[in-house]
């Protein structure tokens, strides 16, 4: 059972434009939510996360939204450029105290921005 | 077996000491990855290997030694590590997602807390 969901495996977008990428949970325990970047041949990187604290939390063009009654959550990047074309996994945990709880990965969606 | 197991679960060492983390997973992934998490921080990345190749080291000091003896196995080797080395080690594992068919998916097993003493 898939306790967090990125129903998209893919999404393609203009240069320029908004990339929303989108992510469901399940675990009503989940607190911290974070988002991980990928590209082919590299390990994923940490990009942003969110606690359940805030509904919102914005780093330069990447911004993350927090619905907790809708436990849904959303990554937006504007305007999106060709190098933000990569996988995007969305993971979320109980808050992190003392690093033992083990982060959740969603599947991941693939970025496509086209210029 | 969709497992990434890693031994052993804790490990206390000295600053003197040598020791090894194991990672393996039997999934036919050949992308394998080593990440250390600090008390409330995220994961970050160490190492990638790719394909049994080091492909990727994060500036990684070098008293943290990789090794990945064939694709189903990662070591972390350890040697005159400070205090504050201390923290979750996670493995994790993925398929090429440049493979027909790879989506990156990521697995990661439950991690080895190490404590430095």
């Known amino acids: 059972d898939q306790q967090v969901k990125q129903n998209s495996p893919s999404l393609s977008v203009q240069e320029g434009r908004i990339s929303i990428l989108n992510c469901d949970y399940t675990n009503s325990m989940f607190d911290y939510f974070l988002w991980y970047k990928k590209y082919p041949a590299e390990g994923p990187t940490f990009l942003i996360s969110?606690?359940?604290?805030?509904d919102k939390n914005e780093d330069g063009r990447f911004t993350v939204f927090l619905n907790k009654s809708a436990k849904h959550l959303s990554l937006h990047i504007v305007p999106s450029q060709p190098g933000d074309s990569a996988v995007y996994f969305c993971?979320?945990?109980?808050?992190?105290?003392?690093?033992?709880?083990?982060?959740?990965f969603g599947k991941g969606t693939k970025l496509t921005v086209n210029p | 077996d969709t497992e990434v197991t890693q031994t052993p679960k804790h490990l206390v060492m000295g600053m003197t000491n040598k020791k090894s983390l194991k990672c393996e997973q039997h999934m036919g992934h050949r992308a394998m990855y080593w990440y250390k998490q600090k008390a409330k921080k995220p994961p970050e990345l160490m190492f990638v290997?790719?394909?049994?190749?080091?492909?990727i080291n994060e500036s990684v000091p070098s008293r943290f030694s990789p090794e990945c003896p064939n694709s189903s196995l990662l070591n972390l080797h350890l040697h005159a590590l400070q205090p504050e080395d201390s923290a979750l080690y996670l493995c994790?594992?993925?398929?090429?997602?440049?493979?027909?068919?790879?989506?990156?998916?990521?697995?990661f097993g439950e991690g080895s807390r190490l404590t430095v003493l």
């Open positions: 969110i606690s359940s604290i805030k």
């Open positions: 993971a979320a945990s109980p808050i992190l105290q003392g690093g033992s709880e083990k982060l959740v």
């Open positions: 290997y790719s394909y049994e190749k080091l492909s």
């Open positions: 994790a594992s993925s398929q090429d997602e440049r493979l027909a068919g790879g989506t990156g998916e990521l697995f």
